[in-house]
């Protein structure tokens, strides 16, 4: 007897995809569809070819561009239409047509869907399902069906919901999934309905199903905070197939993510449930997943955001530098992230030493450093700087403690930034809403053993001014060229002072590679934008390993 | 007998302001606490006198210039140090001075931490606790435990823990709080643990609790992705304290975030757990703290997020219309929220007919101008303006299709600012870190029948052209005197671009009565501020009943 392995079903191709502002391109498919397989997924659902022409197209590609090593390919559809049969039906056809080696039929549980959303009968109902599994197994095809609305349903009308799951099983379907297409569930309402309905339909707890048993599943939404604790209450409960997306991506609140159930299962219960050793890469493969989608990954996502494993207070610092397993859940690594020290006004010396150590600086035993560069960073936070989001401007704060002296790679002499409305423009509308406003920065600086004075214009006094410096600063450093501004964070601090406020800028840069983190404080956005982009080109030819001319 | 009341307990200033890049000044803080009241939660926790200076100085304010009408602040601190008396810790009297009615104390629970952090023994860890509660409930105080890493502990060596716990009570603890501080449980653990803990100190399920009864309570993090489904299994098995903060802002992953907490318990489980009708206004107060914390809301945040009941057009919008109830796991307004859906206008149309109502326009049966209006809110949002947080703007639009003019009170022909360093205080640090900036504005505009040219100075640009616009219209509307700027805001859109983003900046302005609030949005954040600055005056204007000259 083989035990039947676990199910992990990735849908982020296409449950993910209803999510608000996503619109995933055919090739974006198939260049999320390998990470996924390199997570170690047993299945990739791409969409709903047929239905979808994007999706079709999919299909069509991934059959002679993708080679996956552990998952296989499965096609989402519905099943067929009320009063007609499976193999008239394009839409079941189209199933066929996709070549997927696993469809997956989305059927209604609910009888007030069928009802009030199909308007058929509720033994058509049931009969939509057994035709069309039994039509596509018969053609040899692996089936899966969606319970769609099943918790709800079947806390409406039990039996008609397992009427419904026990048509698939009869007809042939691998796996019944119980969908809570609502995401209104909570944990201990799922453990009573997998439990009684794996009870009455006579499914194996998952963990005793030997190959060829009939399996449950569970696809959750999130829109009750549970999506998590709802699908490891239905794998408690015996469902072996776990339905989710990279990134929870979904509509509404989103699908569970898949990474957090998996990490949960395999690193708190020991489950083993993806292929080979993916989980290690999951922060790399979720963040390149959001790099195609091109949605800012979450900085607070369980296990692979940014924030994770992010330490701020001070208070546990000196206890996290000797046994870091007491503050955290897991060993970040097992994940693929990493522990970061957060400095901050909270920090202390503990803090900033192992802050140091992250950034490659061997700070022990230098007691007296270590509180210069606390007593520094307490200074500057009370003036509105913040580290913990700007590494960069921190470790420069660091090497010159460290050093006694900054690069002077330039010395600025003077600049100045214009904005202004051409006149005219302006005039036609008091609200001015259809003005156009051009700015213009003159910097004057010496670099080079030279004295250079470069104008920048841009659609912002910040952008010129950074035109600006650039252009002085090129031909002394072409190193600066690959610099490239991505991120631009603006806060007023003390706002209730009005315009007088203290504005805090907190800028990202990248060098095609890697990105850095700095920070500008000033009584004047345009003033703290450009203490920030000092920081971020001088941090940069630091690091560059450039010597200052 | 009188039922113990449920615990709201939010830590939104404390353990919320450990969030990675939040900074919350005694401004925000005195800000954001009234919001926690208007929602109904019980107690505010406010920071940590004595340790933190800001936090010193939130109670210190707090006292006199917070009115709050459900929630009592509370203060949190530390036992005492090892080897000390209570009454002789600075720490420990600090939280006496604030004058909080509460006071929450961290403590060890977990073996491990008292050797290994403390570096003490387990009984001295026990004294520790003891003393200190019985010194502050001596003098008048309610104390609330936190045992910090209770589960993990409890896990590891439950005797200690629990021995913990009941030190805590036996000295005159109200409440007991087991924290999973670093947020690696699961729910199933959960139930296990607060039921064995409940069963061995004997503490009444909360439900049953008289008055003056011992509680338990439960500090969730989310780490393993299931904060809310640990608080809920925590309050599932009797613990009737519910720690958390709003839009789950906290360190790592976050705390458990109170809102989805509190509405699945009222909503699903018939639970009053809130003061009054707050949790109808959901939606409002978490964006609005999200404002003033300013930290993007997250849309796929269960119940208030904005895309929290966004339904994509599609398979099932005919039956959504009839029968949303069948598409959503509540109904949007319990929480303040709505249903929207691509495919409908009738939510945006009633949702605007309710807005005039409140700002006093009668819009019933007017469906060509709600079509109107709805049609500019909807370009002017995809656009990046925000009406939320801006009524006056919105009021300004309103009336412009009302009325079908827009008053014009001036014609502005141009404005020009300038930033730019003195040559000489910029030269002599590369960082320019005490460079000094100033700010001038001309404006040029037709008001009263004159052309008139203004000049500002101010110490930012945005400043500047405030002063020049009221030097140039003063004379003209001297009712402008009284307007004064009381809040301004930036925030970055579309923030991938660098420099060339699109910046949104809101306003807020005085008469010295009434406070209002508008927004502009440009390419570059000087142009933005300008037409928020105008839309400002403007309504400011139209509101003291004065006609255009």
Redesign the interface.
Known sequence: MTATPFHVYDTTLRDGA????MNLSVADKLAIAPLLDELGVGFIEGGWPGAVPKDTEFFRRAAKELSLRNAVLAAFGATRKAGTRAWDDPQVRALLDSEAPVVTLVAKS?V??VE??LRTTPDEGLAMISDTVAFLVGEGRRVVVDAE?FFDGYRFDPAYSRAAAEAAFTAGAEVVVLCDT???M???WVTDVVTEVRGALGVPHGRDAAAGDHLLGVHAH?????????T??AV?SGAWHVQGTVN?YG????NV?LV??VA?LEL?HGLRTLAGEGLAEATRIAHAVAEIT?I?P??????V?????????GL?A??IK??PD?????DPTAVGNDMRM?V?D?AGRASIELKGRELGYDLSGQGELLTRVMTRVKDA?AQGY?F??ADASFE?LLREELTGT????????????????????????????D?D?V?EATV?LHAGGERVVATGE??????AL?QALRSALTRVYPQMEKF??????????????????T?RVLV?TTDGQHSWSTVGV??????AA??SL??AY?YGLVHAGVEPR
């Not at 509509?251 to 989103?254: S, V």
Request: glycine share 10%.
């Open positions: 209803q999510q608000e502002g609910d007030r869907h009030r959303a609305h609502n995401g209104g909570l944990p201990h999130n829109d009750s905070g549970c999506a998590v604790g709802n490891l209450a408690a929870g509509e509404r609140t989103g993510d957090t159930v949960n708190k091109n800012s979450y900085a607070r996502q369980p296990y955001g940014a924030s994770a494993f992010a330490h701020k207070a546990h000196s206890a000797v046994d007491l503050y955290q859940h897991i957060l901050s909270m936070e913040t913990d989001a420069l900054r690069q002077t790679y330039f010395r600025v002499e003077s600049w100045r930034t214009i904005v202004e409305t051409t006149a005219g423009t302006a005039g036609h509308d008091a609200a001015s809403r003005a406003a700015a004057k841009g659609n912002g006094p910040v952008n950074d490239e501004l991505i991120d631009f964070k603006v806060r007023i601090l003390d706002a209730q002072q009005g315009t007088d406020a504005t990202e000033g009584p004047n956005v345009i003033e450009w203490e000092i920081d001088v």
